[in-house]
């Protein structure tokens, strides 16, 4: 994790399909250009033959500027078509977190990026309800309104797509955000967007999942953070975690349960993607942590 | 627990409709007899207004015989329209494991058994396939094969019943048994059928449940306990537990971490069986642990 | 737990020398005065023969006043010289926060509270240091400064102690409190003072503990809330949890991490004490959960 | 894990101190040679400015002998003062295991080695006791039995490091092994015994922990495995990992849970090892898992 008296470093991550020599020529590339790598984490799907990388160095030796180094990279990256993608310590992406009513997330996530535990900036909460606007006024970030009915939900989506960019946002949050988002909107910020719900064993739909769950006697309750797709709920899994319960957990508990295990996956994930530890291939991701 | 040192016990489980009084009608008439409660839980469901107790108590100093304590509970229990159900400590449950070709949950049971964990007889192992016949040899106990085809299923489901119950079978440990049980089979054992079976979040139906979980990229395997009802795998949940995964697990290692929940949660569901810990109420169990 | 659609209720916490009747005797003595017993739990420690209950019971019906149930209560508990204790769910406990320059636990708490996870008060914290007087704003509360030197430590608690019984407090948390509070004050509030410190395996004493951890090599850091004594972190255990680290982590990452487990254990910890879980006898708790 | 349709594969592990360009020298070598990595993952301790590597890679398109790569791994690393260490997934690891009277950890691994999970071979079971030569010899295993006295210690020593030497023996694991090795032993294997012994919060050392963790009233057992060393109980620790107990559980119950704990946590630890993810630096280990 960076702080402010870490070296200025890079962090690389790379996917394509597998070939002999991935490794040597990036780690050779780097190393020519005066990098030291601190961590590298590797990894081939032997079924679906496709490499993965992370690479993280330092650039305080670094012979040119960086947007040579990216030059470079295009070029080496284009001959074996991999996807490629480089961010710096230096330049902290910035976070946009949406939400409603409840505000366990947004406490939290704040919180921790108040304790130096997530390394970006949030320069603003955006929300359908009102309800929240103390929570970030306590945190001094600007919270933008703006109520969605069936009848304004394309305009309003068009008015937040325009606040993100003009922003310049890197990750969007659904921190527990109740509204689903047209395709337009996730399509805008493909491996962007993370959210977070509630996952029991079985699955339950619908309304009132924590009812229900109590109603079949589940023994777990457990949240899953995934990126959003226009598939709800179904793009690919980041982080999932579940707390025990029992039969002398009443709705409210299992409530409290699940809100514990929410925070935890989703402060994990938008940490993970914030440290580049995330490739998403498919329905799929591989994180290096 | 119980051991050889220990004095005689009797465990004592109820349900009924709650009303006042129960706790204490109980109480006083174990006292009455000279039983000393050595363990005492009580849950009340408040919204289906349903009254749980689990009373362990000491029977060396009962001051009259069995048969005469059991006279005066079942009219005890009849004024409340109880249902109970008592099993003293000197008369361990006598088991059956039904398994087909997995051998890690059967080994299990039969370590645990070995071990002192599990306090029960296991007269015998009942299978539809003979590989796993050198492992009950190993702890020397009759292996019962019984091969089915879908013609001589009823046939032979019928043979294993009445070994079953020639046997005085209490318990039915389904330590991956690759049959589904038919509804007749089920309904002859209320409450005294344990499967175990994998879970992933989310669930995944249908052949190479791990295979699905890998292409899906989930984040944890689990497994579910419950008692065996007609509806394949919705039996009342006993217990369940998670074990996290990664995109570095192939097939072979998620069918290990597996194998490790699930021979966790099954020995911890037929020891809270054993136990007498396990009380069911529709489509739920309530467990005193 | 309680919440303002709830009935009022009551709930009874024992403790003497175990002998017989004693459940018998406690529930015919409130099933008399017309109380509903909602949840009940009863332990015998068979080594030292003593007997352990918590009585959760509906008031609504109650035939009599607080004040003459407890005096029965008084009559019948001390025939058995059994330590008792209630409560009473409308009057609800008050709780002192006790800080230094860690907010994370404070945070965690206050949110909590504004969440409904707490039933309890919090009129009031407290800390030798002025750095987090923003987080108590924050959440409208009251923030003590007591700023503490060898010299001024006694004449501080001095204060401390008049403020807390002014304020009629139950129960002080010392949520990352970065003093030792003297004998004095230890006893003054025996069972009432929860304390949360870090744990490792092994143990690290002294000074940087998670730098010695990384030092080592451990693969868990963990948490152990207990109630104060004039033993440094030697008083009886409430609640205790780990989490997993690697070698991968640095010292910020294991205090992130402890910091997590922390305030998981601490609230846990916090809320069964105010649901009157907790009974204590010698060095060890008994925590009906 | 390799199997039986797998390509034969090899590990390279290293270690030396951090310089630049050790990534691309290592990468470049191998690539040169045809080697194709399927996985690769590094870590540079900042703070020791230590460089750590694993390397698996496919040997199938390999274009010299092994014995010729091993020369040039020896050049190559010499120039960086490297450590290195290479192993073949043909070439099976031979495991001796260590026991006294207690068996679990054994059936455990023998289990685990029969399903497949422990990539190699078990020749031989050595003990101080005759107890257990029916659990090897279920598994068809050779038990040696060396009854060691405090008087025929060095000499019985003596014999079993001529065993395990005439049987090329590379790991031993210590599967609750209630004997003291010798200096003279530890270190004739250095990172090549494996020892398990149960873990709390806070540590007891002495007869009896769970009497005594019970009599403090912990709320967590473990296990740690680590490799053996002359400071017994103290060398570079694998793996952790605790379970959850409390008042209710007496001891038998604590040894029951402990025994759970220590067999899962000494197999991931012998797991780890086998496929060659742990490096040993000073007290610490590097598991690349």
């Known amino acids: 994790m960076s702080d402010s008296r870490s070296p200025t470093t890079a962090t690389l991550l790379l996917c394509c399909r597998d070939r002999k020599g991935l490794v040597a020529a990036l780690a ?16 081939t799907d032997s079924l679906e033959e496709m490499f993965f ?11 040119i500027p960086r947007d040579q180094l990216e030059a470079l990279l295009e070029i080496e990256c284009g001959r074996y078509q991999m996807r490629w ?39 603003l909460v955006i929300s359908n309800h009102p309800d929240l606007e103390s929570v970030a006024e306590k945190f001094e970030i600007p919270y933008h309104l703006y109520p969605i009915t069936k009848q304004t939900k394309a305009e309003q989506e068009g008015k937040q797509i325009a606040l993100l960019e003009e922003q310049e ?5 659904l921190a527990r955000y109740m509204q689903i ?29 924590y009812q229900q769950a109590l109603d079949r006697g589940v023994k777990l309750v457990g949240a899953t953070a995934h990126y959003a797709t226009r598939d709800l709920d179904e793009g690919p899994i980041i982080a999932q975690d579940v707390v025990h319960c029992s039969h002398a957990d009443t709705v409210r508990d299992l409530i409290r349960k699940g809100r514990d295990v929410e925070r935890m996956v989703l402060a994990q994930a938008v940490r993970w993607h914030l440290e580049d530890r995330i490739l998403v291939h498919g329905r799929r991701t591989v994180v290096f942590f």
């Not at 990388?53 to 012979?63: M, N, Y």
């Not at 946002?169 to 949050?173: A, E, G, R």
Request: hydrophobic residues 40%; positive net charge.
């Open 53 to 63: 990388q992370r690479i993280h160095f330092d650039l305080s030796e670094l012979d």
């Open 28 to 43: 050779q590339l780097l190393y020519d250009q005066g990098a030291n790598i601190l961590d590298a984490q590797q990894h």
């Open 169 to 173: 946002i890197d990750l969007l949050v």
């Open 181 to 209: 988002l047209s395709k337009r909107f996730t399509e805008r910020f493909p491996e962007r967007i993370i959210n977070i719900h509630h996952s029991t064993l079985p699955a339950f739909v619908g309304a009132r999942p």
């Open 85 to 123: 993608r480089i961010s710096y310590s230096d330049r902290r992406k910035r976070v946009a977190i949406f939400v409603s009513k409840f505000e366990h997330c947004l406490y939290d996530l704040l919180l921790r990026h108040r304790l130096g535990e997530l390394h970006c900036e949030i320069p």
